[in-house]
């Protein structure tokens, strides 16, 4: 039973395009959103997050869109540059349960001069 | 090195063989966690740990082990390996608790089990 989760195993997107990273979750406790980013042979690190009481958060380049009667998320990447090919991971969590998180699946993005 | 370090970063072990990962962070963050990522998976959690010698299973803990003694360390011991156990194990540190919290990760273990 996927709670999170990340339809596009892949997408490629032209350099300076915007990049349009989606997810979807079941669990309406969820409260708290994260995205991961993960180059090869090293672990994810934090990106940008957003609470249940926002529906969007920003910054620089990353904005992340939260729709919550939709139960989706997006991360918005403009303009995209070839550094951030990378697989992203959606997660989310209940604010007050140590901190476990519930990761989606995972896209590749891949940004192609 | 400053951070959270994992080892071996890559393992070959054999059917029934226990096999231990190591997990160190040098920023005395209270939690801690272990996940290993499986294609069509993402990230699952298999126990985390709130301080030492506390410790709570995740997702999917069975076939593994956990023990934390000391803050900085936290070691995740398969004790009869199966090849459903290969996969990348990651672990990862947190300040505190609360849900908002950034989680570090380290950079990974690749085990193989034949």
């Known amino acids: 039973d996927q709670q999170v989760k990340q339809n596009s195993p892949s997408l490629s997107v032209q350099e300076g395009r915007i990049s349009i990273l989606n997810c979807d979750y079941t669990n309406s406790m969820f409260d708290y959103f994260l995205w991961y980013k993960k180059y090869p042979a090293e672990g994810p690190t934090f990106l940008i997050s957003i609470s249940s009481i926002k529906d969007k958060n920003e910054d620089g380049r990353f904005t992340v869109f939260l729709n919550k009667s939709a139960k989706h998320l997006s991360l918005h990447i403009v303009p995209s540059q070839p550094g951030d090919s990378a697989v992203y991971f959606c997660a989310a969590t209940v604010t007050g349960t140590a901190s476990k998180l519930t990761f989606g699946t995972g896209t590749r993005l891949q940004v192609t001069l | 090195d400053a951070g959270i370090t994992q080892s071996p970063r890559y393992k070959i072990t054999e059917t029934g063989r226990q096999v231990t990962l190591m997990c160190h962070q040098t920023w005395s963050h209270s939690y801690m966690f272990w996940y290993r990522q499986d294609l069509g998976h993402g990230l699952r959690l298999i126990y985390y740990s709130a301080a030492a010698d506390i410790t709570d299973k995740g997702e999917v803990p069975d076939g593994y082990v956990v023990s934390r003694s000391k803050t900085e360390n936290f070691p995740l011991t398969l004790e009869s390996a199966t090849r459903s156990q290969t996969s990348v194990y990651f672990c990862?540190?947190?300040?505190?608790?609360?849900?908002?919290?950034?989680?570090?990760f380290g950079p990974g273990t690749r085990l193989t089990v034949l």
């Open positions: 990862a540190s947190s300040e505190s608790g609360v849900g908002t919290d950034t989680q570090y």
